[in-house]
């Protein structure tokens, strides 16, 4: 990204200020309509991917080209005509009316420019799975079966793109980007003001900073809290990585397990609740289903994950001796983060009112007007004039990278639905799977890990969701349960090699080899990759089940995962040979399966047993554990 100053950056950072402002506007006083809301979104935004992003990364010049300035210009044209044309625009027939000349010119211009648009500020594997499917609509005429669509007119294509307000370039999933994502993306940009985020990490290194292994669990802890706030994997692993890697080396981790850590953790904050990045609103408006039944059926699994996370850095941290951190390198004394808890009245005041009913909006605007007045709790803080100005510069800028991606995303879309597209996946992923419903998620988890690749998480979701998301509803699959199933692997793709964007940036960090560090994160990701699939057998993992029933697989995931990471890491209390790792294995299997099976776990009898065998398995680790501490103290080295 280019760093503007002088008269330049000002100007740009005005232009930023003014559409976080436009958003606060409309998020007050009620959402325009359709066209308007999202042309003036992408009106102030497309042309920020030419000025902010150079065409090449390798380019580093801090001026802005001519050529950059034209298609900045060019950019404003397209959403400028639907904004000032949306009265006639409404009145037309879909695939009815024909299209003019100058809709045809400034709709192929708007599709070709948010292409390069994508190219630069998203990823250039975005930009050419669109161009992939915008040639599957001359391709589908020449194929035989399901994959077979209609011929489709180049004014029918450019319609589809650019005047279309349920899907395209200007619709729906554009609509949540110039609403309820921008007003979270600002609420994040004034936390970070507010050091928010430096809290979180605080608050990790007493957590868990002097326990074995203590600053890799520090990532994991400190990465779910801001993760969830920022939304974004690459930017949560820069800011809490810069802390937790290089303390991480320090006490001993390898480099690549160290960059590892934080990519898996960094990439887990955006399932996790209560804002989960921008997902949870896309799924809420793609699903109908409410924001806060979202974020409660997350909840559980969330914590899952990262307590796979925990215990895996436990058992190599024992494995390795690995101390914790001392008191010298912890950030802040207790007393101090005790002092700046009043940081999290935001997201309190935020869950109270989605708990209590009020809109999203409402939700989100208290906790911006609230993040606002308690940064004058501080002088280093406070939101003086400039830093309000650089808070709203800040957010629209972050909007760029996001607003291109859902607008692509549209685009994906509308081909998708109006090809016949994703029924006729559907229908390969049913018969390639027999109709039996674990092959089928294998199939879906293998679509969504693909497109996911590269990909920003949210587009990646939407666009999974909607070639796999008709196979699981003809499945039987409710559609949380399947929405939150694609969500989470359309999360996990983004630590899934060749191409881990997180793992990467963690690499750069940590100065390990980028694919090394991306495999390591990979696996460490493995049990992960178990929860999708038993929450879409056993529901009460969503918190849809009994209180008998969630409680008993709880407790025996948390066996499981015990088991895993002893068998991965191949240490539990001395090193296991690979007899013990085997059995841990399958013992772990065979837990997993239990847990896809609810029925057999919705008794008080299995609850009481499963505790017993969970309790004598934690006295005595913890014993064994107590005694080889012992034994290391009075026998040093």
């Known amino acids: 990204m280019r760093e503007l100053s002088g008269l330049k ?92 000349t100058p809709e045809m010119i400034l709709g192929a211009l708007n599709i070709l420019l948010l292409l390069e648009a994508i190219r630069r500020a998203v990823v ?27 011929p489709l007119p180049l004014s029918r294509l450019i319609e589809m793109l650019y005047l279309f307000t349920d899907t395209g370039i200007y619709g729906g999933i554009t609509g949540i980007s110039a609403t309820f994502v921008a007003l979270f993306v600002i609420f994040g940009a004034f936390m970070e003001f507010t050091e928010t985020g430096k809290f979180f990490t605080d608050l990790a290194c007493r957590m868990t900073g002097k326990s074995k292994g203590g600053p890799a669990k520090v990532a994991v802890i400190s990465s779910a809290f801001f ?34 850590v934080e990519a898996v953790a960094s990439s887990g904050g955006q399932y ?42 436990h058992f190599v941290a024992l494995k390795d001796n690995l101390q914790g951190m001392k008191e010298e390198d912890m950030a802040v004394p207790l007393h101090v983060i005790l002092r700046d808890s009043y940081l999290l009245i935001p997201i309190i005041f935020m869950m109270v009112m989605l708990i209590s009913g009020y809109s ?91 497109l996911g690749m590269g990909m920003p998480c949210t587009p990646a979701y939407i666009i999974a969701v909607t070639i796999g998301g008709p196979a699981l509803m003809a499945l039987g699959i409710h559609p949380l349960a399947s929405n939150l199933f694609v969500f989470y692997f ?39 990759f178990c929860i999708p699939i038993l929450f879409v057998y056993n529901d009460s993992l969503l918190l849809k089940g009994s209180l008998i029933g969630t409680i008993a697989v709880v407790e025996v995931l948390l066996i499981v995962m015990a088991l895993f990471s002893a068998a991965i890491s191949g240490y539990c209390i001395k090193n296991l040979n690979p007899f013990w790792r085997i059995l841990m294995g399958l013992t772990g299997i065979g837990g997993l399966i239990l847990c896809a099976h609810g029925s057999l776990l919705n008794s008080f009898t299995v609850l009481i047993a499963v505790s017993v065998i969970m ?23």
Not at 285 to 310: D, F, K, N
Not at 407 to 432: E, F, K, S
Not at 615 to 629: A, D
């Open 227 to 260: 993760g969830s706030i920022s939304g974004v994997a690459a930017a949560n692993v820069y800011a809490t990585g810069t802390f937790t890697i290089p303390m991480m080396k320090k006490l001993g981790f390898r480099p690549q397990f160290a960059g590892a």
């Open 360 to 450: 999203v909006f409402i939700a989100a605007m208290v906790s911006i007007v609230s993040s606002f007045v308690i940064s004058f709790f501080k002088k280093k803080t406070a939101m003086t004039p400039r830093k309000l100005y650089e808070a709203l510069s800040s957010s629209g800028e972050k909007m760029v990278m996001i607003a291109m991606a859902c607008a692509g995303a549209g685009m994906v879309v509308a081909i998708v639905t109006h090809t016949g597209l994703a029924l006729g996946i559907a229908t390969v992923i049913t018969n390639w799977s027999g109709g039996f419903l674990l092959p089928a998620l294998l199939l879906i988890m293998i679509t969504a890990l693909i």
């Open 272 to 313: 996790m609740p209560p804002i989960m990045g921008a997902g949870a609103f896309v799924m809420s408006e793609i699903t109908g289903i409410p924001y806060l039944q979202i974020c409660i059926a997350a909840a559980l699994p969330a914590l899952l994950y990262y307590t796979s996370l925990v215990m895996r850095v």
């Open 615 to 637: 309790l004598t398995g934690f006295m005595w680790f913890f014993r064994e554990s107590r005694k080889l501490y012992q034994l290391e103290i009075s026998h040093p080295g």
């Open 124 to 150: 250039p594997a975005m930009a050419i799975l669109i161009l992939a499917f915008i040639g599957y609509t001359y391709i589908g005429p020449y194929l035989s079966g399901v994959f077979f669509c209609k």
């Open 490 to 528: 359309a999360i996990l793709a983004e630590v899934t090699p060749p191409v881990c964007i997180p793992a990467y940036c963690a690499a750069s960090i940590a100065g390990s080899d980028p694919l090394a560090t991306g495999f390591e994160a990979f696996k460490m990701a493995i049990i992960a």
């Open 9 to 100: 950056g000002i100007a740009i950072g005005i232009w930023l200020t003014i559409v976080s402002i436009f958003t606060i506007y409309t998020a007050t006083f009620g959402v325009m309509q359709p066209r308007l809301q999202r042309g003036i979104h992408l009106l102030f935004l497309l042309p920020m991917a030419f000025i902010l992003f150079p065409a090449s990364k390798r380019l580093k010049e801090k001026s802005i080209p001519f050529y950059d300035w034209i298609l900045a210009f060019l950019a404003l044209l397209p959403p400028l005509y639907i904004i000032l044309c949306n009265d006639v625009l409404s009145k037309r027939l879909e695939f009815v009316d024909s299209l003019s």
